[in-house]
């Protein structure tokens, strides 16, 4: 409760008080600072997560790719990214696709975001084609048309 509310010291301190944290009370912690603008302390308390013993699951991933894209920490998203399907077996979905193309396109690493569309199993759905158009507007090239578009990600 006081996570959603934006009261990060009084979760905190409700958090550091519990005995027996699981894996969802870890999550919310993290999705909590990550949704009120306390992004530099998510990687670390993700790590804490892991040195518990607690197995990241796909919330836990999305909280920490999602997080890496807002502060434009493109080596530690990527690498979570990775560490997701490598070391836990979760398979990606659109949100952690979502958040990889939202990431490089803030970064400027445009080719990167489109080799993450082109290496989708699945569709990307319309929120990532916009995210990716986003980037290629913010940083100078407009792709009007859907035939640019498609260049593009056919290259």
Not at 113 to 142: K, Q, T
Request: proline content about 3%; some cysteine; charged content about 25%.
């Amino acid at each position: 409760m006081y996570a959603k509310c934006g009261h990060i010291q009084q979760a905190f301190r409700i958090f550091n008080l519990m005995d027996d944290k699981i894996l969802q009370t870890w999550t919310v912690i993290i999705s909590g600072l990550v949704d009120h603008g306390h992004r530099d302390e998510v990687v670390s308390s993700f790590s804490r997560m892991e040195e518990f013993g607690f197995r990241p699951d796909n919330l836990s991933f999305s909280a920490i790719i999602y997080s890496c894209s807002h502060i434009v920490f493109v080596d530690v998203g990527h690498e979570y990214f990775e560490k997701m399907a490598s070391i836990y077996n979760i398979r990606p979905t659109m949100e952690h696709y979502r958040c990889m193309v939202d990431m490089f396109g803030h970064a400027g690493e445009l080719e990167e975001a489109c080799d993450i569309i082109r290496s989708m199993p699945i569709e990307p759905n319309s929120v990532i084609l916009r995210s990716f158009i986003s980037a290629y507007r913010h940083h100078g090239y407009i792709p009007w048309t859907e035939e640019n578009i498609r260049e593009i990600l056919l290259k």
